[in-house]
């Protein structure tokens, strides 16, 4: 094959935008549930402030993404490639959205009394976060292995869900007291699940750019 250093070299700086806007996601996933857990306020409206930085990275990564395939002729395991980033950018801008939900929570949530210290969410929160973080590597570092994986991970997070809402529903019948913050609690795994289903969009990405479909098995 020839050489192709400058085709090489932009899909390394759209690798790097992807990384740092993964790392952006990452800490957003963790810091949302670490507000409402601590009820930091001022944590919550920073994440709710930089969501725009996410929604800017996805702009600047699918730009780049477009202007190499309209001036560099690429192969077609470059326009898979292509194709999958930026669907993969758009993944982890949804789930900037769903952290930005989060903190909303979080300052929805100030002035409650909990009832229970908050256990399984934040694990929740740590799950997702890791898949998001290894979903991403593995479509970088190209392993099949690893995505894999991730994709199975979720079934972890799945149960962690089932058992949180179904927990929270009964607080929420038996208790009226507690009703509307054991649904709020309802609701803030419901977008963790989501974050983590996002993050089994990105393996299949990575299957797909290497291999041409989306099988997992």
């Known amino acids: 094959m020839a050489p192709r250093p400058k085709m090489d070299q932009e899909l390394v700086e759209i690798n790097d935008l992807v990384t740092k806007m993964t790392r952006q996601v990452e800490t957003a996933i963790v810091d949302s549930i670490r507000a409402i857990k601590e009820k930091d306020m001022e944590l919550a409206r920073k994440i709710i402030d930089h969501d725009e930085e996410i929604d800017d990275m996805e702009d600047g990564i699918n730009e780049k993404c477009y202007l190499f395939l309209a001036t560099q002729s690429p192969l077609a395991s470059d326009l898979r490639y292509c194709i999958s980033i930026m669907k993969m950018v758009t993944d982890l801008e949804r789930i900037g959205d769903h952290c930005e939900d989060l903190a909303k ?30 979903a991403i590597r593995a479509f970088l570092k190209r392993d099949l292995k690893l995505a894999r994986k991730v994709w199975k991970a979720d079934e972890e ?45 990105i393996c299949e990405e990575t299957v797909f750019s290497l291999e041409g479909d989306y099988a997992m098995e």
């Open 105 to 134: 929570y979080a300052v929805r949530m100030e002035r409650e009394e909990y009832y229970k210290e908050l256990i399984d969410l934040p694990r929740m929160a740590e799950l997702a976060a890791g898949m998001v973080k290894n």
């Open 157 to 201: 997070v799945d149960e962690l869900f089932r058992n949180i809402y179904e927990e929270q529903l009964n607080i929420a019948v038996s208790d009226s007291k507690n009703t509307r913050l054991s649904i709020m609690f309802a609701f803030v795994a419901a977008h963790l699940e989501r974050i983590a289903d996002y993050a089994t969009n």
